[in-house]
């Protein structure tokens, strides 16, 4: 297993902008391709953007042109610059493997509200 630190949350009033980060304890990290997830109250947890090992990176429709992953390998970390926010964005968001391959850990949470 690969512990990470999601940090980053809050609330942010509709139309603003949060920057997520994973750091995580090991070196290994920078063999994986990673993926941001979200799960909301009552919904299943969902895949949000995913960046390979290389940089390449896709993103679900309804976070395209407003969110953006990107890495960090030296530092072992993985963002998610997140704008244009919307109240259904709200959700507890994870990073993991994007085969969702570690234990998930406690995320942080994202509350978009006025």
């Known amino acids: 297993q690969v512990q990470r630190v999601e940090s980053g949350g809050g609330l942010v009033q509709p139309g603003g902008s949060l920057r997520l980060s994973c750091a995580a304890s090991?070196?290994?990290?920078?063999?994986?391709?990673m993926a941001w997830y979200r799960q909301a109250p009552g919904k299943p947890r969902e895949l949000v953007a995913r960046?390979?090992?290389?940089?390449?990176?896709t993103y679900a429709d309804s976070v395209r042109g407003r969110f953006t992953i990107s890495r960090d390998s030296a530092k072992n970390t993985v963002y998610l610059q997140m704008n244009s926010l919307k109240p259904e964005d709200t959700a507890v968001y994870y990073c993991?493997?994007?085969?969702?391959?570690?234990?998930w850990g406690q995320g942080t949470q994202v509350t978009v509200s006025s």
């Open positions: 993991n493997t994007d085969s969702g391959t570690w234990h």
């Open positions: 960046i390979s090992r290389t940089g390449s990176t």
């Open positions: 090991t070196s290994i990290f920078s063999f994986y391709h």
